[in-house]
């Protein structure tokens, strides 16, 4: 069974970074993306990093230049370095896995708290 587990949120002052872990366990085959969406309370979930197998990373326009997606292919994790946090960035982060089978899996997502 595959799950997808989220870590690394918490409160930070704006201004502030914080590192966010996907890892991925259990038995999954041909992974095509990894991404992270975010929802804010009253929000609809938004794409805010993917990263494409073969190197291709797409953000957000709210967050290029201050986050950055990365992975470890070899354990199955994904990354998301947040940097220059401001309080619009606060919300609950989900990692999203999808294999080129159409699978597609949801972590419960983490929460993300920036303090003005």
């Known amino acids: 069974q595959v799950q997808v587990l989220e870590s690394g949120g918490g409160l930070v002052q704006a201004g502030g970074s914080l590192r966010l872990t996907c890892a991925v366990s259990g038995t999954i085959y041909s992974i095509s993306s990894m991404g992270w969406y975010r929802q804010a309370p009253g929000k609809q979930r938004e794409l805010v990093a993917t990263?494409?197998?073969?190197?291709?990373?797409d953000y957000t326009e709210s967050v290029k230049g201050r986050f950055t997606i990365s992975r470890d292919n070899a354990k199955n994790t994904a990354y998301l370095q947040m940097n220059s946090l401001k309080p619009e960035d606060t919300a609950v982060y989900y990692c999203?896995?999808?294999?080129?089978?159409?699978?597609?899996?949801w972590g419960q997502g983490i929460q993300v708290n920036v303090s003005s």
């Open positions: 999203n896995v999808r294999t080129y089978y159409r699978a597609n899996y």
């Open positions: 990263d494409v197998s073969g190197g291709t990373a």
